[in-house]
């Protein structure tokens, strides 16, 4: 005997099939029918509806929307809170025979078959479980792909979307949007519904078949939030079918976004090729230049070979440091001057002579410790027949730290006293600041357990206040004599 | 410069970071605020490369004083240059947020002046959000290796995730493209965020009043293929990373040419099958229990790119096959070629019920043709004795021309991003920002 029952929502569907079960009626005696597929169905405006999902006006968000259980009589059939769970979103599925699955389900859940929903594989439970989902992808989906649109209205601001689900999915969205946008005013139109927040109470109306285009749009943020989509596409990674899989062609039209995205798309190929192309021949490198064996000598003559940075056309030669390969302590200074690319040696100069002294007062004897350079060639600029130092860039210092980092690696210095700021930055970086950090003991860095920075002797000769230069030469005596005493208590 | 002329540079030179997550953190809304986080992050749009659309992610400034050969925005680039100030990006965060055109923030910076001015800029943002505007949406800020550890703590206490990148995964790689960048100094700073994290975690245990610190975790990114690194050391330094800083993710991006790049590095197309393995492989090491060695062999410190790495492992160690999908243990299951945890965790809860055969795979969601050979179930499997057959590899994969460039379309291993990012309640369990939905390459700090 074929009964016909009429449900109109979760609710009265949950009474009907409570009762349903409970008297045994099988799953193939029942038929199902929808009344939102007879008649124009609009939650929140058919009173006489006594249990839609959201009956009648309003409702307290934003812990809507599900309606209050109806009484349970004691004996009333349990079903696992899981069956329950998965019910509140197929009941929002479009397909007409949702609630025909539902009971089916239900029905053998409580009909020998308790422990059901753990068997994915049985075909029941595997279709519910793709009407579970595909609800609940829409509903992500609509969380995702709402889009407002601030408009001033004469009682403030408002902010307004139209948006189309798959299925009947906006109230029970709201809830979201009213925690997430709970300071503004906005509403939601869909197809089916509408749903409105005041900053306080969730509505439920009537929809729009469709988006209204006179809607007087944010231009102003669209234009920034479409420079924005464009300016983060890589065109080198172009992948259509994976963009269209995420967010199916149905939704591009409310996505204000997307309006050029054919041009983004067509210019795409050409913009990587013409990246490609502008591709040089490989540059050479200091590292091209690094010999396999890492000795002193063995490095020393490979510097003279070194293309990394342009300095070798003009220098006479490389100055390279020099020191006992078993030094503890390293000194670095900038680069060599007019007298040291003459010589080939480093700090036999003015500046050298200063340094010397220092040394000698603080007891330390030049001859055992390794002195070398940050930058390997003399930088220089001509005023006639004079050549004056000019400053290292950047990018000279760093293309010369490779040989740094040989001689490091090579000696294992136990200490390492920068002068100046920039052989600091050959290893600290750019960012080091010789007036923050003068005078810092780093300890265990990876190129020394000892790692301090001075002034330049050289900084100290051209200083022309007569006071500053007296303080930062007793500074520079003060930091040797830290080495000098630190090394005595290594 | 106008607010769009920046923010078309800015969005630009931000767009090779790979991460787009905005998982991980529970922020409740409220009515005085704006914005809530629900743990699991919403991609509100997709670019026509495939990638996710979460956050507004933007540089500060592109201005920079370092010289990473791979990035556009090094010193010694030509690239136009532009700054905002930080009521500029508050304003930007804002004003997208309200129209539902993201989930939060994703600030980073080229450094300026040093590590310190810079971050302390980004922190200053990330306060007036939370603070002036009561946002509640997600923050994520770049945290600049070598900041001080006060900047750290000021950044961590507002965002909820902070990524300091390594870029590449050896000393020597960064010596030779990175001069000013040392590994010590980027591990320092995940060192520094992990024990703050642990100690506001310890501290929440006690109070949930007290203050959270980078609840959603740290992540780094790898630059792909523009040294000549193996994959074995990818996955050496992810597996360093996991183990001693408790990242919550490794970021791989495949290096892409950039304009005005640099003659040290390779020109050709981005390597984005070698990326997918990559993420593939790290996937394993995280959800399926292998671990770093195992991936890969001395003979061959390369994934191999025509098939995923799982069933490479697989084709090696075919004496622990075939598995009797009825009694194998959970650990093993996940082994087999063709199972994901999804499928995994059907199986064990369905063959409770009744004993599975070879057909139910199908119906749970597993590659029946992939996983045929490694298991037997009730009934008949004509395949399992194909297990020791020398041309198992070729019947499994599939003979087609393998287009090294072409983009990889997610499959097998690695479950399907946006489906699962819907099924999946643990907070980056997903493969949220995954392969294909992953970008290109590496930008500096």
Same mark, same amino acid.
């Given at each position: ?73 004691? +004996? ?45 594989? +049985? ?139 054919? +041009? ?64 503890? #302590? ?17 700090? #036999? ?142 | ?82 700054? !905002? ?49 009561? !946002? ?201 070629? &063709? ?92 493969? &949220? ?13």
């Amino acid at each position: 005997m074929t009964q016909v029952v009429t449900v109109d929502g979760l609710p009265s569907f949950r009474a009907a099939a409570r009762d349903l079960a409970a008297r045994g009626v099988r799953p193939e005696d029942l038929i199902f029918r929808d009344a939102a597929a007879a008649q124009a169905f609009l939650p929140g405006l058919d009173g006489s509806a006594p249990a839609a999902p959201h009956a009648a006006g309003t409702s307290r968000a934003p812990d809507a929307p599900r309606a209050p259980d109806a009484p349970r009589a004691p +004996d009333a059939p349990r079903v696992p809170r899981r069956f329950l769970d998965m019910a509140e979103h197929v009941a929002c599925h479009r397909d007409p025979a949702r609630w025909a699955h539902l009971y089916r389900v239900l029905y053998r859940l409580l009909h020998g078959e308790p422990r059901l929903l753990d068997d994915p594989a +049985d075909p029941d439970i595997r279709r519910l479980a793709q009407l579970d989902q595909q609800v609940r992808k829409d509903m992500h989906r609509m969380q995702a792909f709402v889009r407002f649109t601030r408009v001033e209205t004469p009682d403030g601001e408002r902010y307004l979307a139209w948006h189309r689900p798959d299925h009947r999915i906006a109230a029970r969205v709201a809830p979201f949007f009213a925690d997430r946008f709970g300071s503004m005013r906005w509403s939601i139109l869909t197809p089916d519904e509408g749903v409105h927040w005041d900053g306080d109470t969730l509505r439920f109306g009537p929809g729009a078949p469709r988006a209204e285009h006179d809607v007087p749009a944010d231009a102003e943020l669209l234009d920034l939030w479409r420079a924005y989509y464009a300016a983060m596409f890589d065109p080198a990674r172009v992948n259509l079918r994976k963009m269209r899989a995420d967010m199916p062609l149905r939704y591009h039209a409310t996505l204000p976004e997307l309006r050029n995205v054919h +041009d983004l798309v067509r210019d795409s190929s050409q913009r990587t090729q013409i990246m490609i192309a502008k591709h040089a021949a490989p540059a050479p490198t200091a590292s091209d230049a690094l010999p396999a064996q890492r000795t002193l000598p063995a490095l020393r003559k490979a510097a003279a070979s070194c293309r990394g940075c342009d300095l070798y056309r003009c220098a006479t030669q490389v100055v390279f440091g020099e020191g006992p390969e078993d030094a503890q #302590v390293m000194l670095v200074g900038e680069q060599p001057g007019d007298h040291e690319d003459l010589e080939g040696r480093p700090f #036999v100069g003015p500046a050298g002579k200063l340094l010397d002294d220092a040394l000698a007062a603080v007891g330390l004897d030049r001859g055992t410790l390794y002195v070398t350079n940050a930058v390997k060639h003399f930088k220089f600029e001509r005023r006639g027949t004079r050549r004056l130092h000019a400053r290292p860039t950047q990018p000279e210092i760093r293309a010369c730290s490779t040989w740094l980092r040989a001689e490091v690696d090579v000696l294992h210095p136990r200490m390492i006293l920068c002068l100046g700021a920039s052989a600091a930055q050959s290893f600290q970086g750019p960012s080091f600041r010789l007036t923050a950090s003068r005078g810092e003991v780093f300890d265990d860095t990876p190129w020394a357990p000892w790692w301090m920075a001075t002034y330049h002797p050289s900084a100290l000769l051209r200083m022309p206040d007569k006071d500053a230069r007296a303080a930062a030469t007793e500074a520079f005596h003060a930091d040797l004599r830290k080495l000098a005493q630190d090394l005595g208590r290594r | 410069m106008d607010l769009r002329a920046k923010l078309t540079i800015l969005a630009d030179a931000a767009k090779y970071d790979a991460s787009c997550s905005s998982s991980g953190s529970r922020r409740k809304g409220d009515r005085n605020g704006l914005g809530n986080s629900e743990g699991i992050g919403i991609c509100h749009s997709y670019t026509p490369d495939g990638r996710c659309v979460s956050l507004l992610k933007i540089l500060f400034t592109n201005h920079c004083i370092y010289d990473c050969q791979y990035c556009i925005n090094r010193v010694s680039s030509d690239t136009p240059r532009a700054r !905002f100030v930080p009521s500029e990006v508050v304003a930007l965060t804002l004003d997208f947020y309200r129209r539902n055109y993201i989930e939060g923030l994703f600030l980073s910076s080229g450094v300026i002046r040093s590590a310190d001015y810079t971050m302390e800029q980004m922190a200053e943002v990330a306060r007036s959000l939370r603070e002036d505007h009561g !946002f509640r949406g997600y923050i994520h800020l770049k945290a600049v290796p070598g900041a001080s550890p006060e900047l750290i703590e000021r950044a961590g206490l507002h965002a909820d995730r902070l990524s300091a990148n390594l870029e590449l995964p050896t000393q020597p790689d960064l010596d030779r493209l990175a001069p000013d960048k040392q590994i010590v100094t980027v591990e320092q700073t995940m060192r520094h965020i992990h024990a703050r994290r642990e100690q506001a975690e310890e501290e929440r245990r006690g109070s949930q009043r007290a203050p959270t610190f980078v609840p959603a975790g740290q992540t780094t990114q790898l630059i792909v293929g523009a040294t000549a690194s193996p994959d074995a050391a990818y996955l050496a330094a992810a597996d360093r990373l996991y183990k001693n800083h408790g990242l919550r993710r490794v970021y791989y991006s495949a290096y892409s040419p950039i304009p005005r790049p640099d003659a040290r590095l390779p020109a050709k197309s981005p390597p984005l099958w070698r990326e997918h393995r990559l993420y593939q492989a790290d996937w394993l090491m995280r959800h399926y229990g292998f671990s770093a060695s195992e991936l890969t062999t001395p003979d061959a410190p390369d994934l191999p790119l025509d098939h995923d790495p799982k069933l490479a492992w697989a084709l090696r160690h075919r004496a622990l096959f075939p598995l009797d999908l009825n009694t194998a243990a959970r650990e093993a299951l996940l082994r087999v070629p &063709g199972l994901g945890v999804h499928s995994v965790d059907r199986i064990l809860a369905a063959r409770r019920v009744r004993p599975l055969r070879v057909d139910d795979l199908a119906r749970l969601g597993a590659s029946v043709r992939k996983v045929r050979p490694f298991v037997t179930a009730l009934g008949p499997n004509p395949e399992a004795h194909t297990l020791d057959r020398v041309d198992l590899q070729a019947r499994l994969v599939p003979a087609r021309q393998l287009d090294l460039f072409a983009a990889p379309t997610p499959r097998v291993v690695t479950p399907d991003p946006a489906a699962s990012r819907l099924l999946v309640p643990v907070p980056d369990a997903l493969p &949220g920002a995954l392969p294909t939905a992953g970008p290109a390459l590496g930008r500096l700090t």
